[in-house]
């Protein structure tokens, strides 16, 4: 079985400091792990996936498999990254399996 | 290109009626699925399809029906609506050649009573 879990429902941080939103998966096979977010009365939309080893928006997420984590951070925090955050995971049949996400306040 | 469209964007349903959400997508996409999302339970899969013809259950099917006739259209029928069922379906298509990317669409909100 698949699971992703985001122990932090809620997250506030002030503007500039830095943030990081936790994620750790469970997956016997080789994950594909996404990260996306949603802002308020918007759909959601991908903001990375750990393939790519991007940075959006100032966000990275390293996939740490010996600690079976996927955490994003970001150095300086901006008040337009306040948002509802979603850990993802790809397993078998393309099947993805979503953490209950982070809520994510940055105060100006 | 409209993307993923859903409608309606509200619905209100009494007990033991049904209801079809209509999914479509201009995209082209073999993969498209159903979630619902609920308050501090994040996004649970549905129904999901890889294919025009070919559906398979996700992680919350029970009371939902899904069919695939066309690459572009994947509703969601809800057989007898129940309170339980009152949530945010979202609808996504999959990008799976090249860069991967989901799309997800507006969302319908249903409140059933």
């Known amino acids: 079985a698949q699971r992703v879990t985001q122990p932090e429902k809620l997250l506030s941080v002030f503007k500039g400091a830095p943030v990081e939103l936790k994620c750790n998966y469970s997956?016997?096979?080789?994950?594909?792990l996404f990260w996306y977010v949603q802002y308020s009365r918007q759909r959601l939309q991908l903001l990375l996936r750990?393939?790519s080893r991007e940075s959006i928006k100032g966000f990275t997420a390293d996939l740490n498999k010996g600690e079976t984590s996927f955490h994003l951070k970001k150095p300086f925090a901006q008040e337009e990254d306040s948002a509802m955050y979603y850990c993802?995971?790809?397993?078998?049949?393309?099947?993805?399996?979503f953490g209950k996400g982070t809520l994510l306040t940055v105060n100006p | 290109n409209a993307g993923v469209t859903q409608t309606p964007k509200f619905q209100v349903l009494k007990t033991g009626q049904s209801m079809t959400l209509q999914c479509a997508q201009d995209m082209n996409h073999e993969y498209m699925s159903w979630y619902r999302q609920d308050p501090g339970m994040g996004l649970r899969l549905i129904h999901y399809?890889?294919?025009?013809?070919?559906?398979d259950q996700g992680e919350v099917p029970n009371g939902y029906n899904v069919s695939r006739s066309t690459t572009e259209d994947f509703p969601l029928r809800l057989l007898s609506a129940a309170p339980s069922q009152t949530s945010v379906y979202f609808c996504a298509s999959t990008e799976r050649s090249g860069a991967y990317e989901q799309y997800f669409g507006p969302g319908t909100r249903l409140t059933v009573t």
């Open positions: 997956y016997s096979g080789s994950p594909e």
């Open positions: 993802a995971l790809e397993g078998s049949n393309y099947k993805l399996t």
């Open positions: 399809s890889v294919g025009a013809g070919i559906t």
């Open positions: 750990h393939i």
